[in-house]
């Protein structure tokens, strides 16, 4: 199983990116797949998360209505599209992924991670 980020850069504030997770030894379908964040000096910080099966979303409260989660199945990868950032988004983000359908918030019950991709949001 390996997960792939990508996407990340520097963007202005108010500004958009896409995030990537590209997934290769699982379907992505049928589990579910997170996203997370780690500031410098901050412990790692749960984004949101889809899961297996008929796709729902979830997301930290915080950021719902600026960051969605999405997924196309045929290209086994899983997206976060995050809007409006902000200088307080900055961070390396990960996906990581379960070997259940459900979401979960703890990273820990997340079995496999991707390398992290860094993001910075700054005029």
């Known amino acids: 199983v390996q997960l792939q980020a990508s996407g990340g850069g520097l963007v202005q504030p108010g500004g958009s990116l896409r995030l990537s997770c590209a997934i290769s030894g699982f379907s992505p379908e049928r589990y579910a797949t997170g996203w997370f964040r780690q500031a410098p000096g901050k412990e790692r910080e749960w984004v949101g998360c889809?899961?297996?099966?008929?796709?729902?979303?979830y997301y930290v409260d915080s950021l719902k209505g600026r960051f969605t989660i999405s997924r196309d199945n045929a290209k086994s990868t899983v997206y976060l599209q995050m809007n409006s950032l902000k200088p307080e988004d900055t961070a390396v983000y990960y996906c990581a992924a379960r070997n259940t359908a459900g979401c979960a918030t703890h990273p820990g019950v997340y079995q496999s991670w991707g390398q992290g991709t860094q993001v910075t949001v700054s005029s």
């Open positions: 889809i899961n297996g099966g008929v796709p729902r979303t």
